[in-house]
Structure formats: structure tokens, C-alpha cells
């Protein structure tokens, strides 16, 4: 009876984190594409990425560049092979949904949302929308679904790797130049909500065996990981609240110190946000991928 329990509380807490994180995107969408003062923020961070640019170049390049359709196979059939030698054939299925669920809602979205022209960022009016990043929930994917495959013994260390490279990939999209800060912030946002979903996945198909030891809870790190995000995002407020003080000015006529702000900050939050969104599934992986009895 109280395996039960704590299995509809998980299943609970699933839901809300789903719900959240859906809720967010569409506050992120309707305050970065659909208002002037969001696309003005979005366009000088973009700019402000020119600071620098030379010497970053080709580190940014090379990480955006393993992430190809190839590169995202071969990670999809890596973490499905760790589940399998683990005998977990519902975890290789549930891990491969959520890097495929949260690529092609990423696609489609990009497809189906539309960016208002307000004049901003003429440069850009063209290519159209761009939200959420490809590129960045490729790699965030990834992240979460080896969280969820890998064993309790490394799974902190995936934890910290996964979400320091996606929060890397992100922050790469934005300083080549190839995505806006809000695109990062809003693909990290779909992963968020496809986990969850594959949480709820896991929780139905577990077996009767399964045993939720406490022991096997990573609480400290899903702390410690959430909190350095928390202070992150906070940062990046901090950083964005100071610019949308300043009159607001074509981004290409602004100073370097406006511009520095504005990418550096935009930076903050994104890989602040990939940080939550990671702790989040950490705190809670325990529950959905526990050990079997026998």
C-alpha cells in the first residue's frame, strides 16, 4: 500500500513539473517573440555576441558541430544499449520516446509558432522564427535521457556532464550567432516537459519487484546542481533588468558594456536554466528507475 502511495505522489509531482514547464514555455514564447521589449532583449544578446567572437569561434564551432541527425542516432542507440545490459528493455524504450518526443516537438514548434515583425531585428526578419533551438535540445535531450539510464553508482557524474554539455550547447547556439537566448531557454523547456512525461512512463510500466530504497536518492547533488542554477537565472535577472532600464536603442548603436550585459546575462540564464531542468529529473530518477528485488 504505501509502494502505491509513494508511486501516485511521484506520479503527482510528474504531472506538475509537466505542467510548470509547459506553462513556462508559453510564457517564454509569449514574452520573447510576441512582445517588442522581449524580441529587443533577445536581438541585443545576440548582438552583444560579437564580443570576443574570435577567440571562441572555434571551440563554439566544434561543439555544435558533433551535434548532427548521425551524432543524435548514435547517443540514442548508446543510452538504449546502457539500459538493455541492464535488463531494463522499458527504460532502453522510454529513454529512445523521450530523445525522439522531444526533437520532433521541438521541430514541429519551430514549424508552427510565428515571430511578429516589430522592426527589431531586420537582419534576422527573413529566416522567420526560431524557437525552440534544434541544436539544444539535440544535446539537452541526450542529457536527461543518460540521467535516467545510467546507473545509481554514476549517474551524479552524467548528471553534471550532461547538463554542463547541453548547457555549453546552448550557450554555443547564441554566441555563433545561430539562435537567440529565448530559443535555448524554450528548448531546455520541451525536454523538461517530454522527461517528466517519460517519467510517468517508467512509474506505469515498473515492475512489482521494484524497490525504492532511499539510500539511492541523490539529494545533495540534485541540490547543489538546482541551487547553482537558481543563482544563475537570478544572475541573468539581475543582468537583463539593469539593460531594459537603459532607452531603448537600435542593439547596433549600444555600447559594449550594454551589449556585454546582454550576452553575458542571456548566457546565465541559459545554462541556468538547463541546470533546473536537470536537477529536477536528478531529484526524482531514483523513484522512476528503482532497483529490482530477486
Avoid: C
Wanted: avoid cysteine.
Amino acid at each position: 500500500m504505501r509502494v502505491r502511495a509513494a508511486r501516485g505522489w511521484t506520479a503527482v509531482w510528474l504531472v506538475v513539473l509537466a505542467l510548470a514547464q509547459a506553462v513556462a514555455f508559453v510564457v517564454v514564447w509569449r514574452a520573447a517573440l510576441h512582445t517588442e521589449l522581449g524580441q529587443w532583449v533577445d536581438t541585443v544578446a545576440l548582438t552583444g555576441n560579437r564580443i570576443g567572437q574570435d577567440r571562441i569561434a572555434e571551440p563554439v564551432n566544434r561543439v555544435l558541430n558533433t551535434m548532427s541527425a548521425l551524432s543524435l542516432l548514435v547517443a540514442t542507440a548508446v543510452i538504449g544499449f546502457i539500459a538493455l545490459i541492464r535488463r531494463r528493455v522499458a527504460l532502453a524504450i522510454t529513454a529512445t520516446l523521450l530523445i525522439a518526443g522531444a526533437n520532433a516537438t521541438t521541430q514541429l514548434l519551430k514549424y508552427v509558432l510565428d515571430r511578429p515583425e516589430y522592426g527589431i531585428d531586420p537582419e534576422r526578419a527573413v529566416a522567420g522564427n526560431s524557437l525552440p533551438s534544434g541544436h539544444t535540445a539535440v544535446a539537452a535531450s541526450v542529457a536527461l535521457a543518460l540521467i535516467l539510464v545510467l546507473p545509481r553508482t554514476v549517474r551524479v557524474l552524467g548528471a553534471f556532464v550532461g547538463a554542463g554539455y547541453a548547457a555549453v550547447a546552448g550557450v554555443a547556439t547564441l554566441s555563433a550567432g545561430w539562435h537567440r537566448p529565448s530559443d535555448a531557454v524554450a528548448a531546455f523547456l520541451v525536454v523538461g516537459v517530454w522527461a517528466a512525461l517519460a517519467g510517468l512512463l517508467l512509474l506505469v510500466t515498473q515492475r512489482e519487484q521494484a524497490q525504492v530504497e532511499p539510500a539511492d536518492a541523490h539529494r545533495v547533488a540534485a541540490v547543489v546542481l538546482g541551487l547553482a542554477g537558481a543563482l544563475a537565472v537570478v544572475s541573468s535577472g539581475l543582468a537583463l533588468s539593469w539593460l531594459v532600464d537603459l532607452p531603448r536603442l537600435d542593439p547596433d548603436q549600444m555600447g559594449r558594456r550594454s551589449l556585454f550585459v546582454g550576452y553575458a546575462g542571456s548566457a546565465a540564464g541559459i545554462a541556468g536554466s538547463m541546470a533546473i531542468v536537470a536537477a529536477l529529473v536528478l531529484a526524482v530518477v531514483h523513484r522512476l528507475v528503482p532497483r529490482i528485488k530477486g
